[in-house]
């Protein structure tokens, strides 16, 4: 072997061994950018599922103890999404103070803020708010959106529906809930 084609082989291994590290470093080390700094590693109160309003502020599920809640979590461009939210927004007034009633949007990692000028644009009667976290699908384990979860006010999903729901199930859980 002529020492030209040792020193490509030697470069080769070299460049394999980088893009294995840089593969390990990754998917395992690397911390997540939107996670919080010194974030517990047990499934604490501090850890838990949180998302934010229209100004970024952070908020969770412990902020809506007060009464059960009705979640919606939905994509943007998702046409079975809006025509949950309609139905939601059919019931919001007989309902909200009995019942929270919100939707959470959950494909836009970071607030997008064309995402958020068009759903302040469409003046949805119910609040909106983010998962720019994108942690959602960990805490609710749902498979598709949309995606409704009836809540008690433990934070317990009593009742839960993906894709479509009826109006009379819709009305059925709510009743349930209060």
């Known amino acids: 072997m002529s020492k030209k ?106 607030i997008d803020y064309e995402i958020v000028d068009n759903v302040k644009a469409a003046r949805f009667k119910i609040p909106m708010y983010f998962d720019t976290d994108l942690l959602a699908k960990d805490e609710f384990n749902y498979e598709v959106l949309p995606y409704l979860a009836f809540i008690d006010t433990d934070g317990n999903v009593v009742n839960d529906f993906s894709v479509t729901i009826t109006e009379d199930q819709f009305l059925a859980n709510l009743e349930l809930l209060k």
């Open 5 to 110: 084609n040792i020193i490509i082989l030697i470069i080769s291994i070299l460049m394999l061994v980088m893009a294995f590290g840089v593969f390990l470093y990754s998917k395992h080390i690397r911390k997540n950018p939107n996670a919080p700094e010194n974030q517990p590693a047990s499934n604490s109160e501090e850890q838990a599922f949180h998302f934010y309003d229209y100004d970024k502020n952070s908020l969770s599920l412990n902020d809506f103890s007060d009464k059960p809640s009705v979640i919606l979590f939905w994509k943007s461009d998702d046409s079975n999404s809006y025509d949950i939210i309609s139905l939601l927004e059919q019931y919001y007034e007989e309902y909200k103070d009995k019942v929270n009633i919100f939707g959470i949007n959950v494909n836009e990692p970071d």
